[in-house]
């Protein structure tokens, strides 16, 4: 029953990619999808064929390994689970035990200390020019400011400060967003260490 729902789910969100694919052709679908940074649609194509496959065929068990390490991916998991006597899954889990960790930073830091100084976080980071611009963006609107608040000029003050609050928010998210991402391709770079140990055939999903 549970194989026929998802079955029956896979059909109503894709059409003739599940219901009139072949398995190894579905499993090359799903993986131009993930190649596409459409991970989640490519998982629920994964699953919709596995559930349609008995598992004693071989395909069966590369479609569940890609749809296990797409799910990895997809929520930055460190850890496999139990591979089951999943061949793919197991050479994955022989490389995860001699693989060190990905290092990922805490990407609080650089955009708490580009909220104190403008800049800071890039500088944090290593980006030395973004840092610059940061800096040149804020500090003139920032004298400016105070300039027309010890000139008591009122609405002049006010639009000063708030174009000055608007540009020093958007380095603060810029350096935030730059942490995340180098977080992101650091694990992004581990996990395709993972995949390539699966053996899985076909194109790599990136």
Same mark, same amino acid.
């Given at each position: 029953?549970?194989?026929?729902?998802?079955?029956?789910?896979?059909?109503?969100?894709?059409?003739?990619?599940?219901?009139?694919?072949?398995?190894?052709?579905?499993?090359?679908?799903?993986?131009?999808?993930?190649?596409?940074?459409?991970?989640?649609?490519?998982?629920?194509?994964?699953?919709?064929?596995?559930?349609?496959?008995?598992?004693?065929?071989?395909?069966?068990?590369?479609?569940?390994?890609?749809?296990?390490?797409?799910?990895?991916?997809?929520?930055?998991?460190?850890?496999?689970?139990?591979?089951?006597?999943?061949?793919?899954?197991?050479?994955?889990?022989?490389?995860?035990?001699?693989?060190?960790?990905?290092?990922?930073?805490?990407?609080?830091?650089?955009?708490?200390?580009?909220?104190?100084?403008?800049?800071?976080?890039?500088?944090?980071?290593?980006?030395?020019?973004?840092?610059?611009?940061?800096?040149?963006?804020?500090?003139?609107?920032?004298?400016?400011?105070?300039?027309?608040?010890?000139?008591?000029?009122?609405?002049?003050?006010?639009?000063?400060?708030?174009?000055? *609050?608007?540009?020093?928010?958007?380095?603060?998210?810029?350096?935030?967003? *730059?942490?995340?991402?180098?977080?992101?391709?650091?694990?992004?770079?581990?996990?395709?260490?993972?995949?390539?140990?699966?053996?899985?055939?076909?194109?790599?999903?990136?």
């Amino acid at each position: 029953m549970k194989r026929a729902s998802l079955l029956l789910l896979s059909c109503l969100l894709f059409g003739s990619a599940i219901c009139h694919a072949e398995p190894a052709e579905a499993y090359q679908q799903a993986l131009a999808l993930a190649a596409q940074g459409d991970t989640r649609s490519a998982i629920a194509m994964l699953r919709g064929a596995e559930s349609s496959l008995p598992p004693s065929l071989p395909i069966h068990a590369r479609i569940h390994a890609a749809a296990v390490l797409l799910s990895m991916q997809q929520h930055q998991q460190q850890q496999l689970p139990d591979p089951q006597g999943n061949f793919h899954l197991i050479l994955a889990s022989r490389l995860l035990q001699h693989l060190t960790p990905p290092t990922t930073q805490r990407s609080l830091i650089p955009a708490t200390l580009g909220a104190i100084f403008p800049g800071a976080g890039h500088a944090w980071l290593g980006r030395w020019h973004d840092a610059l611009t940061a800096a040149l963006l804020v500090f003139p609107m920032l004298l400016l400011s105070i300039w027309a608040w010890r000139r008591a000029m009122g609405p002049v003050t006010v639009f000063f400060s708030l174009i000055t *609050l608007w540009l020093w928010s958007g380095t603060v998210f810029s350096a935030l967003s *730059l942490a995340e991402r180098a977080n992101y391709i650091t694990y992004l770079t581990w996990w395709q260490s993972l995949w390539q140990a699966a053996a899985l055939p076909g194109h790599a999903p990136w």
